[in-house]
Structure formats: C-alpha cells, structure tokens
C-alpha cells in the first residue's frame, strides 16, 4: 500500500504560480509511474501530467509549457509546478501512483484561481 498527502494548493490569481507537492509513504523509486490528476466542478477527473520511474513525462496539451512535473526519489515526493494560471485551472488536484499491482490516490488539494 501507498498514502499519499498532496500540499500546496490555495487561492492565487490569474497568471500566478502555485508548486503542489506529493508525500508517499514509501520509497517511490520502484513506483512504475506518479501523476496528478484535477476534477473541476461537473467535470470528470482528467490527466495533468505522468512521471514514470525512469523520468520519462506526459503533460496533458492543455497545461504544456505551463505545468512542469518531476520527482524527487530521496524525498519521496512529486511535484507539480504550475505557472501562468489560468481560471480554467481551478479543480481538486490529486496525486496519483501506480504499482502496477495497485493504483493510489491521495486525498486532493484545492487550487483556485481567480480572474
């Protein structure tokens, strides 16, 4: 089993930067692959953005050149950094880790941005 304990949401504006970050319980060096994922307000959960072990990322098209994710293995924690937010951005964001005998998700954070 995997807890994970997302941080770093809150309310920012428009064009503003906010870093979540990800605590796994344990190492996360064998974790196949860490994600963040966001659920806005009547809208199904969607992909933000996949690290997978080796380092190799997927960023969802909507966030790209916006979002950056990455891993630190020491620390057992992801992050997500988010710049140039948008009010579109606003959702519950939740990390996401996958064993591959298991998927886990943490609890969620909160960000909103404001116009």
């Known amino acids: 089993q995997v807890q994970l304990v997302e941080s770093g949401g809150g309310l920012v504006q428009a064009g503003g930067s906010l870093r979540l970050s990800c605590l796994a319980s344990?190492?996360?060096?064998?974790?196949?692959?860490m994600g963040w994922y966001r659920q806005a307000p009547g809208k199904q959960r969607e992909l933000v953005a996949v690290?997978?072990?080796?380092?190799?990322?997927t960023i969802a098209s909507s966030v790209k050149g916006r979002f950056t994710i990455s891993r630190d293995n020491a620390k057992n924690t992801v992050y997500l950094q988010m710049n140039s937010l948008k009010p579109e951005d606003t959702a519950v964001y939740y990390c996401?880790?996958?064993?591959?005998?298991?998927?886990?998700w943490g609890q969620g954070t909160q960000v909103t941005v404001s116009s």
């Open positions: 996401n880790a996958d064993r591959g005998s298991g998927v886990y």
């Open positions: 344990r190492s996360i060096g064998s974790i196949q692959a």
């Open positions: 690290i997978t072990s080796g380092g190799i990322t």
